[in-house]
């Protein structure tokens, strides 16, 4: 999943990146393909540069050789909401179809199953990234054909609205990857399997999904992890943190 998440890293991008999956695969593609990749940090670190992996946003590591540091009132504001961010980094609780993520409950809003973290800066990051990058575990818990809560708008609305038609001025979700396989989102913004894993078959897919998957035409093989690009990844979380 870090793999194949690094590779829609582009040198040049900025991204707006969280802790976790989407931080190592941010600094696999610096390491790699990427070098001038430059990391937007939600608590404030522009074109941060971190001399080891950080355990969270708050992370003094995250300071290191950065271009500035600034307010949290400031990314948001000055960079994110004037559309300055390439590609934002996203996953959730629950994910369906056309993209939206919910962060907020499990079950009802009144009496919720799971209270969760909510959505920190993730519904902004959702409006307004150019691009969207989605990475979650399949399973039928988190593939669900409706979003207890949406936290982070996709493509279209429960009301059957449009991107378009709600005002949100970013790209939304482009690409949702998975351990099991990679989803694009078609012109109706609906999720279409177009990779699939090493090993892993449609039928399995379907059986870690809530609603009934779509599948391109020629579907793709997942890039694999060779001994190099594996090696890289554990010297970027030694501790394994993440991995």
Known sequence: MVYRAARELRDGDVVFVGIGLPNLACNLARATHAPSLCLIYESGAVGAVPQRLPVS????????????????ADIFQCYLQRGLIG???????QVDRFGN??????GDWAAPKIRLPGSGGACEIAVHAQ??????????RAFVETCDFVTSPGHRAANGKTRRELGLPGGG????????????????GE???TELAQGVTVEQVQAACGWTVRCAAQLEPMPT????VAARLRALDPQRLYL
Do not use: C, H, W, Y
């Not at 590609?87 to 609780?93: D, E, M, P, S, T």
């Not at 482009?174 to 989102?185: A, K, N, S």
């Not at 992890?225 to 190099?228: G, L, T, Y």
């Open 131 to 140: 691009r969207l990058l989605l990475i979650m575990r399949m399973s039928k």
């Open 225 to 228: 992890v060779d001994e190099a």
């Open 87 to 93: 590609v934002g980094f996203l996953g959730g609780a």
């Open 57 to 72: 946003i708050g992370d003094p590591a995250l300071v290191t050789d950065s271009l500035a540091v600034v307010s949290q």
């Open 101 to 106: 993520l919910n962060t907020t409950v499990v």
């Open 173 to 188: 979700p482009t690409r949702l990857i998975t351990d099991l396989g990679v989803f694009d989102f078609d012109a109706t």
């Open 191 to 193: 999720a279409v399997l």
